[in-house]
């Protein structure tokens, strides 16, 4: 699968991650500027090509007539969380060094987790949606290549 | 398993830089697996383990990793991970853009998948929505002002 720029599949589909934000602009800094994305499409909804799929940011509101009893609306209690982004990275520690030099807050430094499958940290966005940051434990690597 | 991007092979465990995933938090790993493998054609790589690891199944582009919820942990302290509480109330969410959504609405619902309604054109766009189990929506779109 070769990615395109824009999330336009010509075959199958692409999964995207959306996310209801306050402030185009400001998230876009944070997904561009400090995430290393790439711009695609500036607001309403906006676009940015982010490795190997895309951040899709919008404002919130409805309901529209295609889902007419839901409301999009940014996060209205940081302390619960159902979903959210999930970045696997090869090594953590560069990682938090990076994102963090160019001003992304972390929750906390990466600590291992008792699940002995990986080390973990967590963003907030401008929104304060959580962004998890993990890198797996040799352990969970030899798993998945032994079930690969 | 591997998805390719220009000169870029992207893996899980992914081997440098990093892998975009989507996570949700979910009342049952293997019926949430078993929904994203039969409706989407998604590729199950992993159902977790009773120690806590999450369930990683790769969908087109990119992976879902799935697991019950919990918390707070240690890595956020002020954070605790849930089904979604109301599922009218939503700020982030799964979005699948596809080439015919004609299409893929008729195959994914003859695969038991449930769309709130049937497709309908918005914004330069044709959109509907799928509940998967948890009641987590999940956008289908296909756009027609982006080339």
């Given at each position: 699968m ?8 010509h075959?199958g ?10 402030d185009?602009e400001?998230?876009?800094?944070f ?19 982010l ?20 409301v ?12 959210f982004?999930?970045?696997r990275v090869a090594?953590?520690q560069?990682?938090y ?26 963003m ?13 434990t ?11 | ?9 992207y893996e899980?465990?992914?081997?440098d ?11 049952d ?19 977790g383990d ?10 087109a582009n990119?992976w ?15 954070v ?26 008729k ?9 709130i309604?049937e497709?309908k054109?918005k914004?330069?766009?044709?959109r509907?929505?799928i509940r ?6 999940i ?7 982006l080339?």
């Open positions: 070769n990615l395109p720029n824009a999330p336009t599949a075959e589909f692409f999964a995207c991650h959306f996310f209801t934000v306050r185009q400001k998230s876009r800094d997904y561009v500027r400090i995430l290393g994305g790439k711009l695609v499409k500036p607001e309403n909804p906006c676009y940015i090509k490795e190997n799929s895309w951040i899709i940011l919008n404002c919130g509101g409805g309901p529209t007539p295609d889902k007419p009893e839901v999009l609306e940014t996060p209205p209690d940081l302390s619960r969380v159902s979903s982004l999930n970045l090594d953590i560069a990682c060094k990076e994102w963090r030099a160019k001003g992304a807050f972390f929750i906390t430094e990466p600590l291992p987790n008792p699940d002995g499958w990986e080390w973990r940290c967590y907030r966005d401008p929104d304060g949606y959580i962004i998890e940051v993990g890198q797996y040799q352990l969970a690597i030899d798993w998945f290549n032994s079930h690969s | 398993m591997s998805v390719q991007v220009e000169q870029k092979s899980m465990p992914p081997r830089g990093f892998t975009f995933t989507h996570f949700i938090t979910v009342a790993i293997d019926r949430s697996a078993d929904f994203y493998e039969k409706v989407f054609g998604g590729r199950i790589l992993s159902r009773s120690k806590g690891a999450s369930g990683h199944i790769q969908i990119t879902l990793i799935v697991n019950v919820g919990g918390g707070p942990t240690p890595d956020k302290p002020s605790t991970l849930s089904v979604p509480a109301d599922p009218d109330q939503v700020s982030s969410f799964l979005n699948i853009r596809v080439a015919d959504i004609q299409a893929c609405y195959l994914w619902k003859s695969r038991g998948a449930e769309f309604t497709p054109e914004y330069g766009e044709i509907c929505y998967d189990p948890d009641g987590y929506i956008e289908v779109g296909q756009s027609t002002d080339t």
